[in-house]
């Protein structure tokens, strides 16, 4: 029979502190409700430590850090006491559903009190440390892909930029418009079934999927479609351009599929539609009456770009960078569905640590 322990037995509870006590110069990552927001100078938590948020929409989402960090008083900060493996600490906290544990309608809110009365399985520490090496193996993983994919992307910026000659003449410009056709989505959210594809909104190109996430099962032109190694442009709102990554979806209003024309890779076109956001949200700015935007006909305006002829070089350097970053972000979403749902099946014994393992050995 499984043995159960309150989480104030088994863990220390602490508020974090206001980030505007901590300068912004410094490499210690500084962690909100929903994970890192930027880095600063100041710790006031220790490696290994489990972060959750406390208050507003991210209420309940736990994040671990592996160094010293900052915490916000946005979050809870969650230190095992002895005889509790740091990082089993962190996976019985995501297990456990904290977000159903919140108080408020209006303003959700978690408590230490709150906290510390969660019941949770407890293990011996040696089957602690098993469960928490197997889940571990598979993060450690994720985080080295997300550490591949912001590097090619790095990289491929540093190169094209270096390619142009940075911030001297450019061999000549044209319309955004000329290499891109840019499909604005649809009303796809009404009377949406609730299953089927997700329904790609802003909020879910700048975040992913999330408790509001609109699913919907009707069919759509292909030119509606996002799959893998699209981009995205969110041109209304907090406007931002993205490759997609996950799993086919239904491009919504208030978002252009771009599909590069002829002669244009993929990453040459995000680059180029990157290079105008600055004058884009300085344009959606301006319409302080309405939600900030662009209009169709600021995509006719000139964007410096390579010459014809220096397109395919380049693409032989550059394509395999997008191509790598690509195949990190797909790879992460199967390592953490893999994860997922072990994550419940070793918490409550239902798989053994040497399956899982044998299972993650496959995947990595």
Not at 12 to 37: C, D, E, L, M, Q
Not at 127 to 151: H, M, P
Not at 226 to 237: K, P, Q, T, Y
Not at 259 to 288: C, H, M, N, Q, T
């Amino acid at each position: 029979m499984d043995e159960w322990a309150k989480l104030g037995n088994i863990a220390h509870f602490s508020n974090g502190k206001s980030a505007s006590t901590t300068t912004r110069s410094g490499s210690y990552p500084v962690y909100g409700a929903n994970g890192i927001i930027r880095t600063g100078g100041a710790i006031n938590a220790c490696a290994g430590v489990s972060i959750v948020g406390r208050v507003g929409s991210y209420c309940g989402v736990v994040h671990y850090s592996p160094q010293d960090c900052w915490v916000t008083d946005n979050a809870i900060i969650v230190t095992a006491k002895d005889g509790v493996d740091k990082r089993y600490l962190y996976y019985a906290l995501s297990s456990n559903d904290l977000h159903s544990h919140r108080i408020g309608s209006g303003q959700p809110l978690l408590t230490q009190s709150i906290l510390q009365g969660i019941g949770t399985v407890w293990r011996p520490l040696c089957e602690q440390r098993a469960i928490a090496g197997v889940l571990g193996a598979l993060d450690d993983k994720i985080a080295v892909n997300e550490r591949v994919s912001v590097t090619c992307d790095e990289l491929r910026r540093i190169k094209f930029a270096s390619c142009l000659g940075g911030s001297s003449a450019l061999p000549q410009s044209n319309p955004l418009s000329s290499v891109a056709e840019f499909v604005n989505g649809r009303a796809f959210t009404k009377n949406a079934t609730g299953t089927g594809r997700m329904v790609v909104r802003i909020a879910e190109v700048n975040s992913g999927p999330g408790s509001s996430t609109v699913y919907n099962d009707i069919d759509v032109p292909e030119n509606h479609l996002a799959r893998a190694g699209d981009i995205l442009f969110a041109w209304s709102g907090s406007l931002t351009v993205a490759r997609w990554f996950r799993s086919e979806a239904i491009v919504n209003q208030h978002i252009f599929k771009v599909i590069p024309k002829a002669g244009y890779p993929a990453w040459l076109v995000f680059e180029l539609v990157r290079s105008k956001l600055g004058e884009f949200k300085r344009i959606a700015a301006d319409k302080a009456t309405t939600m900030g935007h662009i209009q169709r006909r600021h995509l006719d305006e000139a964007v410096p770009m390579p010459d014809p002829t220096d397109i395919e070089g380049l693409d032989r350097e550059l394509g395999p960078l997008w191509d790598r970053a690509l195949l990190a972000e797909t790879e992460n979403l199967v390592l953490a569905q893999i994860r997922d749902t072990l994550l419940p099946q070793l918490m409550s014994g239902a798989i053994r640590v040497k399956d899982a393992e044998r299972l993650v050995e496959e995947a990595t």
